[in-house]
């Protein structure tokens, strides 16, 4: 291996460990309170998201149910609210903040 193919390796693993270690440090700055806002702005019409929630469909899952499911980790959650294309659910456009706190709300619905 030549020095600049080296060096364009490390650069690489470099550039890959700052878009892990910048996107674990957007998951623990999640805010889940806001997350909450957003939810029952956009959610709330077809999920129960609160506790208190009294109606919603019951095709869907609650968010508890969401949040206590082995299938829905944060990683597959974070994953299933950027993909664009959500098998039953409107396409609503988040920012990766806002799914991180959307998520961070779902998950904290489980206990």
């Known amino acids: 291996m ?4 080296k060096y364009s390796a490390k650069l690489r693993i470099g550039i890959a460990g700052a878009v892990l270690l910048s996107s674990a ?3 623990l700055a999640a805010d889940s309170t806001n997350g909450q806002r957003i939810a029952e702005r956009w959610c709330a019409g077809c ?3 609160t506790p208190e929630q009294q109606q919603a469909s019951d095709a869907v899952p609650t968010f508890a149910q969401i949040g206590a499911s082995e299938r829905f980790d944060e990683a597959a959650l974070t994953a299933f609210l950027a993909s664009p294309h ?3 659910m409107p396409n609503f456009s988040l920012s990766r903040s806002e799914i991180a706190d959307l998520v961070a709300y779902i998950k904290l619905q489980m206990r």
Do not use: L, P, Q, Y
Request: aromatic share 0%; proline share 0%.
């Open 2 to 5: 030549t020095v600049d193919r």
């Open 25 to 27: 440090g957007e998951s």
């Open 47 to 49: 999920h129960v998201v």
């Open 86 to 88: 959500h098998s039953r």
